[in-house]
């Protein structure tokens, strides 16, 4: 597969942005019995060239499984963390064999935070064979 010649920085990018789930993480005991929403951006480096070339959704990344997969896996199991959940999603993606490298943005727009704020989230950046030591658990 050509996609692993390509240096990650001339890599083409995915881009999901807003997507919207409904799930019942955080620390506190009403956020994980009442839930709330997430919105979830995700961009992802790839080599399209093959799936351009050929014209072949089979070599390149299907965004809408990706974010159905992604919804299902941010909907899961309960975690305390936004970074945990970011991770997950950040695993999944790369489970994927044409995706080298993975940004994640959580947001948690609802966050218990006690003054008006618009937003607050995390992003993390994961390449291929980097990935937090609990994210293969976390992922499941």
């Not at 070339?53 to 199991?77: C, F, K, N, P």
């Not at 970074?83 to 218990?112: G, M, N, Y």
């Amino acid at each position: 597969m050509t996609h692993d010649i390509v240096p990650v920085d001339d890599l083409d990018t995915l881009t999901l942005t807003g997507l919207e789930v409904f799930a019942h993480h955080g620390v506190f005991d009403f956020e994980r019995a009442d839930g709330q929403t997430f919105l979830l951006d995700l961009t992802v480096w790839l080599d399209t060239v093959p799936a351009a070339e050929g014209d072949d959704l089979a070599q390149t990344l299907h965004y809408g499984e990706l974010a159905v997969e992604v919804s299902e896996a941010a909907a899961s199991e309960p975690v305390d963390l936004i970074e945990t959940l970011a991770e997950r999603i950040a695993s999944l993606v790369l489970a994927h064999p044409v995706a080298r490298r993975v940004r994640v943005t959580v947001h948690k727009p609802d966050a218990p935070i006690p003054v008006p704020f618009a937003d607050v989230s995390i992003t993390i950046v994961r390449p291929r064979g980097r990935l937090g030591a609990a994210t293969t658990e976390a992922a499941r």
